[in-house]
């Protein structure tokens, strides 16, 4: 429906008179009539009684009103609603699975206050993202990895265990006890190749390909098992226990391809945190 059909309905409706209808809305009487003769007939319906005086509302004209002057203040409001818009820099992160909560919400606390009124848009690691949150083991072969800090894997035993009595557990001891493997973690790997080292066996009770899974199996008391120390802590169920053997550590940060460096938000995000102290 033409709003200008509309405009004229408001201005008769609230004038009751046409002449002065037409003068609120800077137009002739007859383009006034024409109008009102136009709307008519476009709805089927009478809307005003013409009198010496002026018009007499009819109760459709009543019903309409509200409903036209809404519609006319709706789109009378949108060039002012959109000159007010400013639109936001919009930046796809992938953010992997597993990742410390304290690394993440210290990442997102620094980014913002690097680029101010960004729009962040999360989705799972992916070689077209922006930047990536991942460890360094998972980044795509053609991005660069700028560490942002690192996580230490800790030895995790269920409560019930025999070994959760003890105070320091050595690495060789693992042997023959039930393990909750994730093979593409390097402290199992790692520990795996301890224990073949030393003529002790390996006792897999669970192959898991992510770390919640592993943490899952742990907290029911199925095996122990080796976790980063952020993402195990706060959890019931099993005890984290000091043990001798090498140590082993994630490193967590972001990744990102030459192509995002284009983006001047990107480099500016990237060359801020290479500055910072570690995240966690």
Known sequence: MDTRLLKIFVAI????????????????????????KQLEETIGKKLFIRTKRGVEIKEE??????IAKRLIGELDSIPEMFSLVTPKTKIVVGVADSLPQQFKSNFFKQASEILNDVEWDIRPIHRDCDINLLIREW????????????????????????????????????GEEPFIHCPPCEAHQQT?????????????????????????????????????EYFAKGWNGFQIKPYTGPKNFRE???????????????????????????LF
């Open 139 to 174: 980044k795509f072969e053609d991005h660069i990895f700028l560490s942002l800090g690192k996580e230490e894997y800790v030895l995790c035993i269920p409560d019930r265990h025999p070994l959760s009595k003890k105070q320091v557990i050595e690495v060789e001891e693992l």
């Open 61 to 66: 004209a009543h019903y309409l009103y509200p």
């Open 192 to 228: 795996l190749a301890i224990l073949n080292n030393n003529g002790k066996k390996w006792n897999t009770v669970a192959n898991c390909q992510n770390k919640n899974e592993v943490l899952t199996l742990l907290i029911s008391g199925l095996g122990i098992t080796f976790l980063p």
């Open 252 to 278: 967590i940060g972001v990744s990102y391809g030459q192509k995002s460096m284009k983006d001047p938000n990107i480099s500016k995000l990237v060359t801020a945190l290479s500055k910072l102290d570690p």
């Open 13 to 36: 409706y609230e004038e009751k008179n046409l002449s002065r209808a037409a003068e609120k809305c800077f137009v002739s009487q007859p383009n006034i009539s024409s109008g009102l």
